[in-house]
Each structure stands twice: as C-alpha cells, then as structure tokens.
C-alpha cells in the first residue's frame, strides 16, 4: 500500500482555522500572505482571532506595523474595531482610510483618543468621512482621556 503525505494545502478551513489561533500577528500576516486560499481562511476566522480588533496608533510605526499588515489583509471581514489615537506618528492616514471605506462588515467601531492635538492631523475628520456610507455600521464611540479632548469632539459635528 502506498502511503500518501499530506501537506497544509491538504487540510480543510476548519483545521486551518483551529491552527491561527496559535500564531502570533506575524506568522498571521505571514500566513494571509501566503495564498488566495489562506487569506480567504484568515478573513473568515479573524472575528474568532480578534473580537475586536484593534490598531493602537500610540507609539511608533514600527510597534503598530504588524497591526496594520494584518489589518490591510482581513479589513473586508472586521465586525469590531478599535482605533487608539495616541502621539502622533507617521501613518498612512490615507492608506488606512481607503480600506476602512470598504469595511463592508463593520458594525462597531471606537475611536479613542489619547492625545489632546491630534486633531491638527485631521486624522479623525478623515476616519470619520470615511465610516460614512458604511452599509452595516450600527455603533460609533468616542472615548478620550482629556478633558481638551472632549471639549474637541463635543465641538465635532457628524453628518
């Protein structure tokens, strides 16, 4: 009898999604990176991997990178996000905007604001314009820290 050796390709969704839950953000990345078929497994389990998934824009760019990577890949799937605004940094604003405007699954999202001048950067205004014709959107948080904060996101008119 001839013994037939099996591979990852070999193993159905399920156990493929049983197996990211013991990856760490890098190896997810790595993983969605990988192939069509991987990254269609990796949307479908990301609610599972993150309840909420959350990008903290408080230190660099180099501690939220991965957060971003894996971000870019499964954003079409996301059902809860956070979105922690802390120092400024440099962020592709407008790059993380573009997908959030095709979050067709978003239902909930937070912002929460840990910086009192981040709103010099318009980064909010461009967050928010960009939630704006989300089909199943249901819940939109503020959360700030400051009380100049607050004062800032009372002055704040959505549409």
Known sequence: M???LLNIMDLNDYCLGRILKYLDIEDLVNFGETCTRFREVLGEWINVL????????CYGLHEIEWELKLFFIVSGAIQRMKFVIGQPVAFP???FCNHVKSMDSLE?????????DVWQF???DKVLSALTNLPKLKSLIFSCDTQRTALFIRRCKLH
Not at 50 to 57: A, C, L, N, S
Not at 108 to 116: A, R
């Open 2 to 4: 001839e013994s037939k």
């Open 50 to 57: 993150y309840p909420e998934f959350e990008i903290k824009k």
């Open 93 to 95: 604003v407008n790059r």
């Open 108 to 116: 909930y999202f937070t912002i929460y604001v840990g910086y009192h």
């Open 122 to 124: 318009g980064i909010i």
